[in-house]
């Protein structure tokens, strides 16, 4: 039986997809594009070139740890709608770190990791506190913290010492904090291409051997599932709470690190979030809240991004990823309610029968 209703999640999942692909091709049609010709272009553009592949990673690495950290949280319960905050507090952590620490990598690198995902977990751990001390809703202490996350990184980068000068920017971290994967730009060219996508396989891994191996995940679970027949159990539910929340946070401060020790090398002062957090529920989504569900899904929204630009050589408009995107997380919520109907009828069905 667990068999099928995974067989049958997979199922609706790709149906989604395709359909959000059919979508995108129908808006091509109608702006007088060939989709045949757009679709065929944005595949070249993610597996043509060893270059294509190794940016399509590099997209797809902060959304996979984004969505791992939504995933999480969703499993145990709660709604982690934080991720683009603790994305940006991990970012800021690590380059604090990576740019006023001196230290060979062995050392450097370990600890600017460490550090984005302390900050990332503890700010998370605010909102899990909040809700399990007040009753005040993640939801809500999330979204407020979010802001507070980019204003906070906003002043820090300013501060004299960390501020390049006559920039919108810090200083980058140094060379020894680099994840940067160095004998590959022969193969890859320009790609920044690090090692942050092996670190989220491993996440992934970890994430799934916390979850469903460990007895902290079945207590976690356990208070997602109720509450209080958990409390009833003998599980303290604040504390699963306040911990849920922190390795959630952890995973999206991951996620930042690894893009700051990775790609950017350091941070700039952001009008708005980048989206990599908010992001990452979709990814979560379409990949079922499952560890190795998000990792796939994270790689087509990579994809889906970095070829969805190639689109301009076509004269094609890139946003049409956009709206594929959004099509395939509706087809995906749409089904979540046909299967709810579905159950509900069988349940009534069954009653009359009874």
């Known amino acids: 039986m667990k068999k099928f209703r995974i067989n049958e999640q997979l199922l609706y999942t790709l149906l989604s997809i395709i359909l959000g692909f059919l979508v995108g091709a129908v808006i091509l049609s109608i702006a007088g594009f060939n989709p045949i010709e757009a679709y065929s272009v944005m595949i070249q553009g993610v597996i043509g070139k060893p270059r294509f592949i190794?940016?399509?990673?590099?997209?797809?690495?902060?959304?996979?740890?984004?969505?791992?950290?939504?995933?999480?949280?969703?499993?145990?319960?709660?709604?982690?709608?934080g991720a683009e905050g603790q994305y940006i507090i991990g970012s800021m952590a690590a380059v604090l770190v990576g740019y006023f620490f001196d230290g060979p990598a062995i050392i450097h690198i370990p600890l600017a990791i460490i550090a984005g995902c302390l900050a990332g977990a503890l700010w998370a751990a605010v909102a899990g506190l909040l809700k399990a001390k007040f009753g005040i809703n993640e939801v809500i202490s999330t979204i407020m913290l979010n802001w507070t996350a980019l204003y906070l990184s906003n002043f820090v980068t300013t501060i004299d010492g960390f501020r390049l000068p006559n920039s919108e920017a810090s200083y980058s971290i140094k060379e020894t904090a680099s994840i940067g994967i160095s004998f590959l730009k022969p193969l890859v060219g320009t790609a920044k291409v690090n090692w942050g996508i092996v670190i989220a396989i491993i996440a992934a891994i970890l994430v799934y051997y916390i979850i469903f191996k460990t007895t902290?995940?079945?207590?976690?679970?356990?208070?997602?599932?109720?509450?209080?027949?958990?409390?009833?159990?003998?599980?303290?539910?604040?504390?699963?709470?306040?911990?849920?929340?922190?390795?959630?946070?952890?995973?999206?401060g991951l996620a930042g690190v690894t893009q700051v020790l990775g790609v950017s090398h350091k941070i700039t002062i952001l009008a708005a979030a980048e989206g990599y957090g908010f992001d990452g529920m979709a990814v979560s989504l379409i990949g079922a809240n499952s560890p190795f569900g998000v990792l796939l899904a994270g790689l087509l929204f990579g994809g889906l991004k970095y070829g969805g630009s190639k689109l301009q050589t076509i004269g094609a408009p890139p946003e049409v990823v956009s709206i594929v995107i959004g099509s395939i997380i509706y087809f995906i919520a749409a089904s979540s309610i046909v299967k709810i109907l579905i159950n509900k009828f069988k349940v009534k069905g069954g009653r009359k029968n009874g």
């Open 54 to 81: 190794a940016w399509t990673i590099v997209y797809a690495t902060p959304l996979i740890l984004t969505g791992l950290s939504v995933a999480f949280a969703f499993r145990t319960g709660l709604f982690n709608i």
């Open 216 to 252: 902290l995940g079945y207590e976690l679970r356990a208070v997602g599932y109720n509450k209080h027949a958990a409390e009833y159990g003998g599980i303290n539910v604040n504390k699963s709470i306040v911990i849920s929340m922190a390795i959630a946070g952890g995973l999206a």
